[in-house]
């Protein structure tokens, strides 16, 4: 048998060494007899049917040790075992390509074993190509090692691409005889886009007998992966560097660089040269003739831009990403060179936004569209460019110098795309200029900033209403209620991300909710639709609501209307749950509004990942971290006072916010001014309420000492509102205050309960008798 073993081997070798695949081999039921392997020289033989006296191993000696059964073995396709790095790996690869991955992933251990160095690593990635590594590294029959010779591979070819002086040398190479040539272009090809960057500044600063010429053909050669890292070259400030990027662009055919073209190729402050080659790109990328060499006409070229920018503020570029990341080429003036930057795609928009929106304003600068576009990319870069290492972009503050029209159409702009980085910047530059020409009169019917007071995200809402306060309006206005309802709506719930669970069902609704809290939400339950809506509207850090698909008054349909018509509402993720079989009469709100998932009934918090985990997970991501969340509440806080304090509750009437205040003035860091903005509502509860926190011991004696001033003067301010027995308990707490500063505090606000004759007499008899005066 081992000749026809040896034959068979040597035959599939053949074949792959021919380049031929294999068919996988049909498996069939049952043991699978083994061939007899012969015997080494000098080893004593086994006649047939001697194995039953063979030597019992340990497990077979009664009383013996027990041993563990050894791991099943296959036998290798190979004729002689590989010893070095390189032969494991080509014995990994070929018995992979047999369909063996047992076999496949113990010469892999053995491979990683060896300790490869980087020359190893890379000799088998060149020899193989990347592709086989990533097929390695998702190849569950080969994990871990998979994964692990991937990685190590990874990194050494980046450690290769950044080793200057071996990029050096093949730069050089292809200037030299063929074969070195046709062997530098293809390790340049296997490192890829990549070495470019080098190429480029070889290109700035020719060595030797180099030709740019040269090194732009060869760029092409690495094909459409070499675009991106072309498009950052078109920002340098090296001629050379643009014109060589143009020209590659120009010879690729790549019509993704036609934008990119536009500004350098009709901008009259370019140097002829270049303005001259992004002309002959963009002709040959468009197929129009260059023996003229006029290039294409610039009419419409400002036009494209602003779109191209309008579409980046939008979020409409469509990015590839890697676990989340993009890849953005930019020329880095620092180091001289283009830099590759990984990304979040909302801050690659960003920046393509003011990219774009800049060179539009260098063709048509006086065009107050144009204007308000770059001021604008100018907010949405600020508002990204704390996740953008690496990136270089000169920004100043020159957007509160062009006025308030300016950004005003800025806020508009960003209004109008949904970009909350832009809506909030240019309010807060607007806020700093002054906006109380945009509440009255003619202004206010197209006011952004009223209109920024109804936009679905609570952070362009809430910087609406402090533009507006710091305006300090002197009379009411449209949207003066709506301001108290973004500031009582900032403080209220709490610091935990809320879910508002919609089910007629209670005992369901109950379940549901445990379920949401299990995973990371706070959870609330209401059993109408309506009351959900309220309860969402009403409360901050809601970042969830799961409405059943049953629910009543209102029904489905009406109940997700409303949550997406509601400014307070409309940005907030919805999930209906139901039985699967109801999935499809759902299927229209599916497609038809924004942020809105389905969920088949479960009491798993494993089907619920399995069906809507990444849906939740985003809905989590919405809520505001506890120092933010904190912050905001102390912030609203302190304007509700302010409000209070200044008078101004004519204009801004602050009934609306005296539950959550009520609450916020039991907590040391915000009782200040949540008491001082309770302390202008004019209403018996408040009054209670400033009573039961000066007459209880639980409450910090800071805040029983501040409600007793705040009840004092709003007693004063409003007249007596409290009950009998309201005035016993305050009384009772006079007697036992622990401070005398708290005697001293309460005692005014018992002297305000106006006292009949009798409980003066009685008062004035507590006079203690003073000691006699000693001589």
Partial sequence: MAPVRKRTSVLILALFAGGYALAQPEVTKGPRPRPAKAAPAGAKTVPPGAAATAAPTPAAIPGGPSQPAPPPTEESPLLTEPTTPVELFDAAVLCDRLYRPVLAKQYLDKFLKSNPPDAILLEVRDKYGPALFLRFAHNPDLQPAGAKVADLTTAATRRRSEDTSYLDSLIRNLGGPPEDRDTAQEMLDNIGPTAIPRMLQHVAAPQGTESVEVLVQSIVRMGEKAVPVLLGSLESTNDSVQIAGMQALGYLGAKSAVPYLLAPAFDEH??????????????????????????????????????????????????????????LWTWNDQTKRVVDNHVPPAVASAYTALRFSRQAMALSPEDPETQALLVASDFAWRGQANGARGLLVASNDTALTVGPDVLANALTLGLKLGNSAVSVGALRALAAVGVRHQLYGSQEPRSPVLAALNDPNPDVQYAAAVAILQSQPDRRFRGSQRVVEILTRAISGTHSPFAVVIDSNRERANETAGLLTRIGFEAITAFTGREGFELAADRANVVLVAVHANVIRWPLSQSISNLRADARTAQIPIVIYGPESVRQQVAGALTHYPLIDYLAESSTEARIESQVGPFLKRALALAETPANREQRIADATAWLAQMARSNRTDIFPLDLAEGPLMALSTERPTSANAMAALAAIPRGEVQRHFAQLASTDRFDPAIRLGAAHELTAHIQRFGLLLSRSDVAQLEAAWHDASSPELATALSAAVGMLKPDPKRVAIRLQNIAVPAAPTP
Avoid: C, H
């Fill in 270 to 327: 370019e140097p002829a040269g270049v303005r001259y080659a992004a002309r002959m790109a963009l002709s040959r990328i468009l197929g129009l003739p260059t023996q003229k060499g006029d290039g294409p006409p610039a009419f419409g070229a400002a036009a494209e831009l602003r779109r191209i920018a309008r579409n980046a503020l939008a979020n409409r570029i469509p990015w590839p990403t890697t676990d989340g990341l993009t890849d």
